[in-house]
């Protein structure tokens, strides 16, 4: 059985869909609340759903049938500002999760961020090293939260404490593809784009204010859901992988070259407007993300991943012009 916190949400309900597809048991963990969060999970059988605060009840009950536990839970709006709203649930909770993985002896893939890099000035290297990782300068709360789970997993490793038997932090770079329409204002760009485009009015996206990027300019890692899923389902199959891994495609591209590849799945003619970015956006606005993807590579993964073009073709129409677009 994998338990999997965060089951209901975009990444996590992603990794649910892939499980139950080859009929393994899946326990989730989340809150659906009253919208339609719940139909992330409608196509897929499940053991269970269990709210975060019967996570260990749950657990200590069916020790011996956890199989892993990946932990995708988090308050992950940016935008976020309750700090301690932040700790509990995004370093506190997975505090506590490594420690019933370790005791338990049960492997633990959890969500760290690229956030935690900031504005990508001291470089987007994955590494454990505590003096490198604490180089780090995240533009947010949520990432300042991600950075604190990571930097405690790290004095974990250096001082030899006892640890899961595999496990593996995940740095998701910018992640788009189906199931994220719960998100709202913090889903991905191109389903914005997508929405506006569908809307009859011009894909907006913000003017540069940096003299090194044209309005458009500004780069990204994006990287199509399918291929997290894939990294994941790989480590789950490969248990002598353990450590801190970016997960992007290692390749920058400009939000001019997203918005193209929307109009093209479409098949329309590019209609695009730059308007300015938001004056309380700008003094943490990213302007280049790149994923390093070496270490994973060094570890052994080695299928390709998914090119922009060819991952928001298969988004646009698999999924959001289709009449049931969920996974």
Request: glycine share 10%.
């Given at each position: 059985m994998?338990?999997?916190?965060?089951?209901?949400?975009?990444?996590?309900?992603?990794?649910?869909?892939?499980?139950?597809?080859?009929?393994?048991r899946v326990?989730?963990?989340d809150r659906?609340?009253?919208?339609?969060k719940?139909?992330?999970l409608?196509?897929?059988?499940?053991?269970?759903i269990v709210?975060?605060?019967r996570?260990f009840d749950?657990?200590d009950a069916?020790?011996?049938?956890?199989?892993?536990v990946?932990?995708?839970?988090a308050?992950?709006a940016?935008?976020e500002?309750?700090?301690?709203?932040?700790?509990?649930?995004n370093?506190?909770l997975?505090?506590?999760?490594?420690?019933?993985c370790t005791?338990h002896?049960?492997?633990?893939?959890y969500?760290s961020?690229a956030?935690?890099?900031?504005?990508?000035?001291?470089?987007?290297e994955?590494?454990e090293?505590?003096?490198?990782?604490?180089?780090f300068?995240?533009?947010?709360?949520y990432?300042?939260?991600k950075?604190?789970f990571?930097r405690?997993?790290?004095?974990?490793?250096?001082?030899?404490?006892a640890?899961?038997p595999?496990?593996a932090?995940?740095?998701?770079?910018?992640?788009?593809g189906?199931?994220e329409y719960?998100?709202?204002g913090?889903?991905s760009?191109?389903?914005?784009?997508f929405?506006?485009?569908?809307?009859?009015?011009?894909a907006k996206?913000?003017k540069s204010?940096?003299?090194?990027?044209?309005d458009?300019?500004?780069?990204?890692?994006?990287?199509?859901?399918?291929d997290c899923i894939?990294v994941?389902?790989w480590l789950l199959d490969t248990?002598?992988v353990?450590?801190?891994?970016?997960?992007g495609t290692?390749?920058a591209r400009?939000?001019l070259?997203l918005?193209?590849?929307?109009?093209?799945?479409l098949?329309?003619?590019?209609?695009?407007a730059f308007?300015?970015?938001p004056?309380?956006l700008?003094?943490?606005y990213?302007y280049?993300?790149?994923a390093?993807?070496?270490?994973?590579?060094?570890?052994?993964y080695d299928t390709p991943f998914?090119?922009?073009?060819?991952?928001?073709a298969?988004?646009?129409r698999a999924?959001?012009?289709?009449?049931d677009p969920?996974?």
């Open positions: 994998y338990f999997v916190t965060g089951g209901a949400g975009f990444i996590g309900s992603n990794l649910v869909a892939s499980l139950s597809a080859r009929d393994e326990v989730v963990c659906l609340g009253d919208q339609d719940w139909r992330n409608a196509h897929h059988d499940l053991d269970d709210a975060p605060e996570a749950l657990l069916r020790v011996d049938a956890v199989q892993a990946v932990h995708m839970g308050i992950s940016t935008t500002t309750d700090g301690d709203r932040l700790v509990e649930t370093f506190r997975s505090r506590d999760l490594w420690r019933w005791q002896e049960v492997p633990l893939i969500a961020s956030a935690t890099y900031g504005d990508g000035a001291r470089g987007f994955d590494t090293d505590r003096a490198a990782l604490a180089r300068r995240p533009l947010n709360g990432g300042w939260s950075q604190l990571d405690w997993v790290a004095r974990e490793l250096a001082d030899g404490a640890r899961p595999q496990w932090g995940l740095k998701f770079f910018n992640v788009y189906p199931n719960h998100k709202g913090q889903a760009v191109p389903w914005h784009l929405q506006q485009i569908q809307a009859g009015g011009p996206l913000f204010h940096h003299p090194d990027y044209p458009g300019g500004q780069l990204r890692d994006f990287v199509y859901v399918d894939a994941m389902r248990p002598r353990s450590g801190l891994f970016n997960v290692g390749r400009t939000f070259a918005a193209h590849a929307v109009f093209d799945a098949d329309r003619e590019p209609d695009i308007v300015p970015t004056e309380r700008r003094p943490t990213q280049f993300t790149q390093s993807m070496e270490k994973l590579r060094k570890a052994g998914t090119e922009l073009e060819d991952g928001i298969a988004y646009v999924y959001l012009t289709a009449p969920y996974r």
